[in-house]
Nanobody, 128 residues
């Protein structure tokens, strides 16, 4: 397994932007599927976005609730996946985790169980 460290969370106002980063240890990072999940207060953890890596053609996937506002990107030279969050809403308030796995069945890419390694998470709070 690899180690993941998230950063970039904080307190912002509705309409603001925030950028989360996830640094992944290991030398084969470019092959990894890396995803962001979030857990909103009183809710189950949910999928936000995923970057498929070389094994998935570097495609990106998004939850419908964020696809026009959030952008996931990766820098293979820095072993980093970022989540640019624009036009934030109070309902985006959540604890955000990144997760990674070298192989993922594509039909399960939005599923928590598809990912073997998880970071500690970072809190994002959006005030109205």
């Amino acid at each position: 397994q690899v180690q993941l460290v998230e950063s970039g969370g904080g307190l912002v106002r509705a309409g603001d932007s925030l950028r989360l980063s996830c640094v992944v240890s290991g030398s084969t990072f470019r092959e990894y599927f890396v995803a962001w999940f979030r857990q909103r207060p009183g809710k189950d953890r949910e999928f936000v976005a995923a970057s498929r890596g070389s094994r998935g053609g570097y495609r990106s996937d998004y939850a419908d609730s964020v696809k026009d506002r959030f952008t996931i990107s990766r820098d293979n030279a820095k072993n980093t996946v970022s989540l640019q969050m624009n036009s934030l809403k109070p309902e985006d308030t959540a604890f955000y985790h990144c997760a990674a796995s070298r192989t993922v069945i594509l039909s399960s890419i939005r599923t928590q169980g598809a990912y073997a390694s998880w970071g500690q998470g970072t809190q994002v709070t959006v005030s109205s």
